[in-house]
Antibody
């Protein structure tokens, strides 16, 4: 059964850093592009960025450039999101999702990041 | 990339049909046939309903259908059921390895 499980969220001070993880199971992780998508409390979805199946190519939303890095470890079926210089507006649930046919066909349950002093 | 425009709310009675619109530009919806729709039930992760404008994953009922005309995509939910109540989001490929989402539409079953 296909499953994506995020972890690493929590409370962090403005200007701080956080590394989120997503562990995949039930499918051939190395064959798929993967994305991070976030949702601020009571707000809509926002695409953060994605990484190619091999990990050699990534793409980030303009609002994330310079503060976020996406990486993966195919040997461990894991996806990562490194976030630096966090701001209050980065407070959100962060989902990892599998790219499929230019959409996102499987999502994790999300991990909550709260940026507050 | 600016967010796609969706109406904040929509409603219908059980058994009726409701259509949710999603308006973008020629750089996203109008430029590609890569529109997808998602259902998010309360406190749940989003679920893919439609991809590539009109296609449905095998497990999605055919009550959900997608379409597109110019820069506007639409999701129609036919035979509304109480369990359809939730938030619906559109998304489009925006070129240059970027994706954009709509602001979401809250569907109420009266």
């Amino acid at each position: 059964q296909l499953q994506l499980v995020e972890s690493g969220g929590g409370l962090v001070k403005p200007g701080g850093s956080l590394r989120l993880s997503c562990t995949a199971s039930g499918f051939s992780f190395r064959d798929y592009y993967m994305s991070w998508i976030r949702q601020a409390p009571g707000k809509g979805l926002e695409w953060v960025g994605h990484i190619s199946s091999s990990g050699t190519i990534d793409s980030l939303a303009d609002s994330m450039q310079g503060r976020v890095t996406i990486s993966r470890d195919n040997a461990k079926n894991s996806l990562f999101l490194q976030m630096n210089n966090l701001r209050a507006e980065d407070t959100a649930i962060y989902y990892c999702a599998r790219n499929w046919n230019f959409g996102f066909d499987s999502w994790g349950q999300g991990t909550l990041v709260i940026v507050s002093s | 990339q600016s967010a796609l425009t969706q109406p904040p709310s929509a409603s219908g009675s059980p058994g009726q049909s409701v259509t949710i619109s999603c308006t973008g530009t020629g750089r996203d919806i109008g430029g590609y046939n890569f529109v997808s729709w998602y259902q998010q039930l309360p406190d749940k992760a989003p679920k893919l309903l439609v991809y590539e404008v009109i296609k449905r994953p095998s497990e999605v009922p055919d009550r959900f259908s997608g379409s597109k005309s110019g820069n506007t995509a639409s999701l129609t939910v036919s035979g509304l059921q109480a369990e359809d109540e939730g938030d619906y989001y559109c998304s489009s490929y925006g070129g240059s390895n970027n994706w954009v989402f709509g602001g979401g539409t809250k569907l109420t079953v009266l």
